[in-house]
């Protein structure tokens, strides 16, 4: 028997500008988390990194590295940083794994967050340096 539920969880995925401010459980947040920690990798290297944030005054620092009115209504912002020093690099040629796992982990992540009926929005053309300093 086939199911076409992981095609209509990816029909049902799209990039939200405009949030509800309710808070995301916890328990919908570890689901997130560890959908995906479980994501492929090369070699299972898992060269990632996840900054989960929650609170309005981190939230409102955050909103320096991004500047969208659209982005202030998301009540939670996870940033995953890619590890370059840990990824696996291919011998051949030294290609470096860690945006393509970073990738990988973060479209799990959005996949089950639809799921859990949460929207999401990838987010790309941020600050990176300010992003960076508010990491520290």
């Known amino acids: ?12 995925r799209y990039s939200c500008r405009n949030y509800d401010a309710r808070p995301v459980e916890q328990e919908k947040l570890d689901l997130i988390l560890e959908a995906g920690r479980v994501a492929p990798s090369a070699v299972n290297f898992q060269p990632w990194h996840y900054y989960v944030i929650q609170k309005a005054e981190q939230l409102e620092k955050f909103y320096a590295a991004y500047h969208r009115e659209w982005f202030k209504t998301a009540p939670c912002v996870i940033v995953i940083c890619a590890n370059h020093k840990q990824a696996w690099k291919r011998k051949e040629d030294g290609k470096d794994h860690a945006d393509v796992d970073a990738a990988i982990t973060t479209d799990h992540m959005t996949l089950q967050a639809t799921e859990l009926g949460l929207a999401t929005c990838w987010i790309c053309n941020f600050y990176v340096d300010k992003c960076r300093e508010l990491l520290k």
């Open 1 to 12: 028997m086939h199911s076409n539920h992981l095609i209509e969880l990816a029909k049902a």
